[in-house]
């Protein structure tokens, strides 16, 4: 099969394009990947060429060894990504430590795979472990109104989630382990993929400080869904804020454990402080 006809790189395209017509990912802003099935990779492999040469990664993640990803470029536009899919995107494969990748599809007009490939597979290595192989899409995006809060909250994760659960109903049950925050670091590098990947092991969601935010989930719908739902909850904590500065009321402490009997999803008790 030809590697655009596959129907996990359709719904990758899907999603980059949805990420780019929310507003999250201006010029080469974000980056995604998706750890592909062995039954992928055999579904395309007439298409793949692996004979290029191995590159370093920037950090091991040997739990990878010999793993497939379905990547977005480095520099590359995910305004771009429907348009020019083959130049936009790769695929590549890591070697038998996890210590190296090569490319075997894409990037027609040159390049490498996102700057940000040591945290994406840092995370994807967290999340094989800690979910028994069921998350496969990391996506990193420039949301605008979690990147604005992180300017004007304390930069811990109890509070990003309580503020963030507060403000839509569904939230603690989209994101109940809730969210955690990595203060501002130079991105691109080992040290940030190490504090990211420390987190996803408690949480699918980390942001970046006055950067944007990673989600991790099982399909483009689950991660793509989450990404939305945390943003658009700070787009109300955006706008509640710039109304007046305190809430006249609110969800409570008690209300979001009455919710977890119903939904049937544990709140940890650390996100319900009173304040
Ligand atoms: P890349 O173009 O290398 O993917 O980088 C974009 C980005 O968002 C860096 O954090
Ligand atoms: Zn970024």
Known sequence: ??????????????????????GWHERNGGNLSYRMKKEEVASVAEALDTNGPWQEIGTTVPKLAGEYFLVTGSGKFFRNVKEQPEDSLCIIQLDEKGEKYRICWGLTGGGRPTSELPSHLMNHEVKLEVTG????????????????????????????????????????????????VVGWMVPGGRDIAVATSQLMKKYDVAIWAHHGMFCSGEDFDQTFGLMHTVEKSAEILVKTRSMRPDKLQTITP????????????ELPERFLYEK
């Open 254 to 265: 008690q209300n979001f454990r009455d919710l977890a009997v119903d939904f049937h999803v």
């Open 133 to 180: 192989g069921k998350h496969r899409v990391i996506y990193h995006a420039h949301t605008t109104n979690v990147i604005a809060l992180t300017f004007v909250l304390p930069l811990k994760d109890e509070v990003f989630t309580r503020e963030l659960w507060e403000m839509a109903t569904e939230c603690p049950v989209v994101f109940p382990d809730g969210i955690g």
């Open 1 to 22: 099969m030809k590697v655009l006809e596959a129907e996990f790189v359709r719904g990758f395209i899907r999603m980059a394009n949805d990420g780019w017509e929310q």
